[in-house]
């Protein structure tokens, strides 16, 4: 079946930019997502992007999408500590989402 | 507009018990969708609803888990009878007809069965 395989622990300095990478390994794919969740709280939909596109920037965070690769990043410029959370990337075929196990991200002040 | 609710938030039952948990998606959103967090491992699918429909349920672990959807509005998940490793954070979400591409989470329900 499918599978979506993120680095569990990332830990980067306030203001520094972080890069959470993440792999898959179904070529069909239509979208791929980044979700947010930090501690108590649900998974918040950050962005995402078509499988046609490379890139997609949204004020502080850049999608990569390699697709010979299917490699998927996010970059979050200008880490802030609010920035901390775990963040789930997803593959979708149609309306069914595979997430991988998330990746911690560890801002220091 | 409220977001996706779930009930209750943290769940303790003992093995063999029974347990119900509710959502309740965003208002209008026909797409409803189950998925669990074991161990902190990756979010899994269990199934789909389009309006009171199971769409797609493939994910379903067993038949001790039982999902409704009764008039197309909340929705709950039974497990009956709890096993051990049913533990894990059970996630909703709800997506609209016209954008089926972003579904927007709840906060989860924490299962314990010890």
């Known amino acids: 079946g499918e599978d979506v395989e993120q680095s569990l622990f990332l830990s980067v300095r306030e203001g520094d930019s972080s890069v959470i990478n993440c792999t898959y390994t179904?070529?069909?794919?239509?979208?791929l997502y980044w979700y947010k969740q930090e501690p108590g709280a649900g998974l918040q939909l950050l962005t995402y992007i078509f499988s046609n596109m490379d890139m997609k920037q949204d004020q502080r965070l850049t999608v990569l999408l390699n697709k010979k690769d299917k490699h998927l990043s996010l970059r979050i410029a200008d880490t802030q500590t609010g920035d901390s959370a775990i963040y789930f990337c997803?593959?979708?075929?149609?309306?069914?989402?595979?997430f991988g196990s998330g990746t911690k991200l560890n801002v220091k002040p | 507009e409220a977001g996706v609710t779930q009930f209750p938030s943290h769940s303790v039952i003992e093995k063999g018990q029974t347990v119900t948990l509710r959502c309740d998606p965003i208002s209008g959103h026909d797409n409803l969708y189950w998925y669990r967090r074991v161990m902190g491992k990756e979010i899994k699918f269990l199934l789909h609803f389009v309006k009171e429909s199971k769409q797609d349920e493939s994910g379903m672990p067993n038949n001790r888990f039982l999902a409704e959807r009764t008039g197309g509005t909340y929705s709950t998940l039974k497990v009956q009878p709890a096993e051990l490793e049913d533990s894990g954070v059970y996630f909703c979400a709800s997506s609209s007809g016209l954008t089926p591409r972003e579904q927007y989470f709840g906060p989860g329900t924490r299962l314990t069965v010890t």
């Open positions: 179904d070529s069909s794919s239509t979208y």
């Open positions: 997803a593959e979708a075929n149609f309306n069914k989402f595979y």
